[in-house]
């Protein structure tokens, strides 16, 4: 090819050239990713920050406040079946959400994970950094001291000796160098709010544990029956992951009577005074039977095991004849209070065992019955004139259906009313009977007992969580309290010079007043009723005398 052919090619190609070249210009200064390394750790920072764990512990918070809004299924499952009767549609979305599970929700679960991870991503790495702070060897004095935020200079004869004498007796950590003397203390700042930090990590994990090898029940007694701790005996059991029957404590106890009392008369009548439930208490099926009083905020303890009083109601006593005349049914059956003021009460009583058809009753409990108009209602919550009005049905109790059924609830698809229903039946006092119709037999009102739900709960973390919580606050008091600062002091041809720097925000006031004392004490001898002399005030031990570390910076500060 000849030269002006090669000229011409070499312009044809030359902006080809060019654009690649930038296109590779581009290519090396074009941004890289994070990568997946990369992510993780941005991520894990983010965590690990002390806003994100401040974040956490508001929802950790703000998560807990449905647990006191709502009644849980942990604490007291007759409440939440209330609920679903009075509010059922209500009542299911907020199921949806685990509103009355809300500390064993997922959500909730995943919260305290995540404040547990970023509490403890937070705290281990400061706490080290701490711990060198605390080694280290308080600075130089710097070559002007009079440029300090606090400073006074003075003639007089103090020697080094004597001013690093006076600051120890106010508990600052010392050391001298060539000519100056350097102070600091108030380290228990940082150490009470990573006590705070550690103490909030054991609180979580002392929960933890307690979700791991703790159990929660609830059983309802009626007086005169009995419980045994053993799974099969709970209404509702609750154990943590590693909980097993063999895990539970072998206790037994009897109610034997219940007692509630409440104001009489006055604005306030109807108020409860008082609760008292009378058990004998055998601790092991071997050990001798014990007397227990058992109250609100009093729980039993055995080794551990807690059982709280937690409510409690009516549970009248029937008598049920079927059409054949067999006694089909006889004792109590707990109701649920509708009314907290009155304690009127209902409740469902189901008869499979009644020939020729099964029967089903519902039935309103009234306390202290008194006559208004054409009804009757209740007036006082104490058992003063108990009645009974009942409402008798007929019929397949859908027992066979395989379908679960609340104790609480009758369902009335397949079932008929056994004569003329009223919204006011003529209530039955204790002893009277009730004939039904059709032949269907007899329903007696035999009695009244009062029932009791419990929580029984066993919990390795409750302690530990009581000292983290103890521990928490003290961090808290001390971080809150102490302030950092730092004191230098310079001799040099009968001049002595002071000056002070406060290391915490906003204590620079207090620590005029303190600085004012230090170089009172600098010219002379302090005041013998001097009460900063013997404060505590978290410094820590003296460093060993001598020149200034290597590492020191003479104008640091």
Known sequence: MSAPDDLASAVRDEPAAQEQAEQQAQERTKPVGLGPVGWMRWTWRTLTS????????????????????????????????????????????????????????????????????????CVFPRALTHIKEIRRRPPAAPRNLLRLPHSEAFEGGLTLEEAAAALRRRRFRVVTGDGWVSAEKGYLRETGNLLFHVALLVLLFAVGAGGLFGYRGNVLVVEGDGFSNAVAAYDRFMPGSRVTAESLEPFSFTLKDFQASYVAAGEKQGQPLDYLAKLTVQDSPTAAPREVDL??????????????????????????????GQVAYDGPVPCLAGDQATYTSECVIKVPDAQPTQLGF??????????????????????????????????????????????????????????????????????????????????????????????????????????????????????????RRRVWVRVKDGTVTVGGLTRTEGGGAAFAEEFTQIVTALRGDPPADDPSADKPDGGAPDAPTGNAAPGARPDEE
């Not at 303890?301 to 006593?317: C, E, K, Q, R, S």
Request: charged share 15%.
């Open 50 to 121: 002390m806003r994100t764990a401040l974040i956490l512990l508001f929802l950790f918070a703000l998560g807990s406040v449905p647990g006191s809004v709502y009644p849980q299924r942990s604490v007291d499952p007759g409440r939440v079946a209330q609920y679903f009767k009075n509010n059922p549609t209500q009542a299911k979305w907020l199921d949806r959400f685990w509103l009355f599970d809300v500390f064993s929700s997922p959500w909730f679960a995943a919260i305290y994970l995540l404040l547990f991870i970023s509490l403890a991503g």
């Open 295 to 324: 109250k609100v905020n009093d729980p039993l303890d055995v080794n551990g095991t807690l059982t709280y009083l937690i409510g409690h109601g009516y549970a009248p006593t029937f008598r049920v004849t079927d059409g054949k």
């Open 362 to 483: 519902l039935a309103r409990f009234l306390p202290t019955t008194v006559p208004n108009g054409d009804a009757w209602v209740s007036i006082f919550p104490g058992a003063a004139n108990p009645t009974v009005q009942v409402f008798p049905f007929g019929g397949d109790l859908g027992l066979k259906s395989g379908q679960p059924q609340s104790v609480y609830q009758l369902d009335t698809t397949n079932l008929k009313p056994l004569g003329k229903m009223s919204a006011q039946p003529t209530p039955l006092n204790v002893g009277e009977t009730k004939e039904l119709a059709d032949g269907a037999g007899k329903i007696q009102f035999t009695g009244v007992k009062e029932w009791i739900s419990l929580q029984i709960t066993y919990d390795p973390g409750r302690e530990p969580a009581l000292l983290a919580a103890a521990a928490a606050v003290i961090g808290l008091v001390l971080s809150l309290t102490i302030r």
